[in-house]
């Protein structure tokens, strides 16, 4: 198994340009999330998915969407890039069930807004 | 979900124990203390968890207090290797809240030759 996979590794982008970022997961979780980690802090959770087709707002969403059309995908979308969202971007995903679970990672993508 | 406290800092002699000490005095009868690392640059990883008595996997110990109040993550023979920051995160078990966690700035652990 790959585990949680993210593309791309690194991406720098102009203020107002678009991009998406792709997370896969092979372990059919159903809750997925997308976390930011800025320079000397702890992660933020942007937006997370419980299931296929949905979506929900985490913490930091503003700047932010995303989509959820196959179980294992889930894309971070920025519409119109800004200096602000220079950061770390961190899927991450985890089983559901009555038990408690923890949540699995990506590698990070590395996003540079100039 | 429950507020949690750790040092911002500590350090350790390679070889030796090392102890990474969590407060959660506020912590409800029913969530979790996990811990997850995050070595530089990686995703972060998951060590270990508990609800109430202690835990011991491949990579660590978990010790919680009888009131439950704090807990301490114990690498037995800290290697280099191990040098990341720690976070201690307390939450509902099961599907409750999206299985969501909050990480807060965690423990910076530089193991030392």
């Known amino acids: 198994n790959a585990g949680v996979t993210q593309t791309p590794k690194f991406r720098v982008l102009k203020t107002g340009q678009s991009m998406t970022l792709l997370c896969a997961q092979d372990m059919n979780h159903e809750y997925m999330y997308w976390y930011r980690q800025d320079p000397g802090m702890g992660l933020r959770l942007i937006h997370y998915s419980v299931g296929e087709g949905t979506t929900a707002k985490g913490e930091v969403p503003d700047g932010y969407n995303v989509s959820r059309l196959k179980k294992q995908n889930f894309l971070l979308g920025l519409e119109s890039a800004a200096p602000s969202q220079t950061s770390v971007y961190f899927c991450a995903s985890r089983q559901t069930g009555t038990k408690s679970y923890e949540q699995y990672f990506g590698p990070g993508t590395r996003l540079t807004v100039t | 979900d429950a507020k949690t406290t750790q040092p911002p800092s500590m350090d350790c002699a390679e070889g030796r124990a090392a102890n990474l000490p969590c407060n959660h005095s506020?912590?409800?009868?029913?969530?979790?203390v996990y811990w997850y690392r995050q070595i530089h640059s990686q995703g972060p990883q998951y060590i270990i968890h508990g609800l109430k008595n202690n835990e011991t996997n491949e990579m660590a110990s978990l010790i919680i207090t009888e009131d439950r109040k704090s807990s301490t993550l114990i690498l037995p023979h800290a290697t280099l290797r191990d040098t990341a920051v720690y976070y201690c995160i307390v939450r509902v078990g099961g599907n409750t809240n999206a299985g969501k966690s909050t990480f807060g700035d965690g423990t910076t652990l530089t193991v030392k030759p």
């Open positions: 506020t912590i409800s009868g029913n969530e979790y």
